[in-house]
C-alpha cells in the first residue's frame, strides 16, 4: 500500500470514530506500528489530525466550538440533532454526552428552553452555559485530555446519584447485534453509568459507525431506547436495527 493511500486510510477512521489506536491501523492496513506512527507523526505534523500518546483523534474531536469547520461530516450531525430536539420538553432532566454529534445537540438547544443538563465533557458544557434557561451541572472527575471528558470512580459515583429524564450519548462503534463498543476501558464505564441513570437513552450515530465493534462493550443494543441518525428510519442500513426493540428516528 502507498503511503498516500495509508495516510488516507488512517484520516478516514480516525474521522468516522474520532480516536484510533496505533496497533488496530497497524492490524487492518498490515504493515509495521512504526509505519503507522511515522505516517501519524506527518498527519499531524499536516495539521490534519493530533497525535496522542497510542494513537490519533481528530481535529474536530478536540474543538470546543461546535462551529469548527474541522468536524467530520458536521451537516449529517446538524440533521442527528435536530431530530434529537424533538425529544426534549420543558423542564426535561437529561444528560449530555461528549462527542461532536452530541456538541451539535448542544449547540442546538433553543434559548427559550428550560432544561436541566448534567455533562461530563468539559465542550459541551461550555456550550451549554450560553443558553439562559439551561441549569448545567458538571459531573465530576479526572479529566481525559483526550476527550476532554471526566472519567474514574468519582464520575461513576455522581452518575448513580442521579436520575434522568433522556440521556444523549455517542459512541465509538455500534452493530445491531453486539451493541455499543469503544476501544477505551474508563469512557466504557462511564458510559455504562449514564445508561443506569437514565429513564430513556438516546444513541446519536452518524450512520458510517453502524455494523462496526470494537473491544470493550458498553451495553447490548436494546439498552438503547432510540437511535438517531442522518438516515430516514426506513433506509435498508437500518433493517437489523429494526428487529430490535429500539425507536429508530
Not at 79 to 90: C, F, N, P
Not at 160 to 168: G, L, Q, Y
Request: proline share 2%.
Amino acid at each position: 500500500m502507498l503511503k498516500e493511500e495509508r495516510h488516507q486510510a488512517i484520516l478516514s477512521q480516525v474521522e468516522i470514530h474520532n480516536r484510533i489506536l496505533l496497533t488496530d491501523v497497524a492490524e487492518n492496513l498490515d504493515v509495521s506500528i512504526d509505519t503507522v506512527r511515522r505516517d501519524v507523526k506527518e498527519l499531524d505534523a499536516e495539521n490534519k489530525l493530533r497525535r496522542v500518546h497510542g494513537g490519533a483523534i481528530s481535529l474536530g474531536f478536540t474543538t470546543n466550538s461546535a462551529k469548527n469547520s474541522n468536524i467530520y461530516r458536521q451537516k449529517d450531525k446538524i440533521i442527528i440533532a435536530e431530530k434529537a430536539l424533538g425529544l426534549l420538553k420543558d423542564g426535561s432532566v437529561i444528560f449530555v454526552d461528549g462527542g461532536t454529534t452530541c456538541m451539535e445537540l448542544a449547540h442546538l438547544i433553543p434559548s427559550n428552553l428550560n432544561l436541566t443538563c448534567f455533562t461530563h465533557s468539559l465542550p459541551v458544557a461550555m456550550e451549554l452555559l450560553t443558553k439562559p434557561n439551561v441549569t448545567v451541572i458538571m459531573v465530576g472527575g479526572q479529566v481525559s485530555t483526550d476527550s476532554q471528558t471526566t472519567i474514574g470512580a468519582n464520575a461513576i459515583h455522581n452518575l448513580a446519584e442521579i436520575r434522568v429524564d433522556f440521556s444523549f450519548i455517542g459512541t465509538g462503534y455500534v452493530d445491531s447485534n453486539y451493541g455499543l463498543t469503544e476501544f477505551d476501558w474508563d469512557i466504557v464505564q462511564v458510559k455504562k453509568a449514564v445508561i443506569k441513570c437514565s429513564k430513556k437513552t438516546v444513541l446519536l450515530s452518524i450512520s458510517e459507525k453502524l455494523n462496526s465493534q470494537h473491544r470493550y462493550k458498553t451495553c447490548d443494543i436494546n439498552a438503547i431506547n432510540t437511535l438517531v441518525t442522518e438516515l430516514k428510519p426506513e433506509d435498508d442500513l437500518l433493517s437489523s436495527f429494526r428487529n430490535h426493540d429500539i425507536r429508530i428516528l
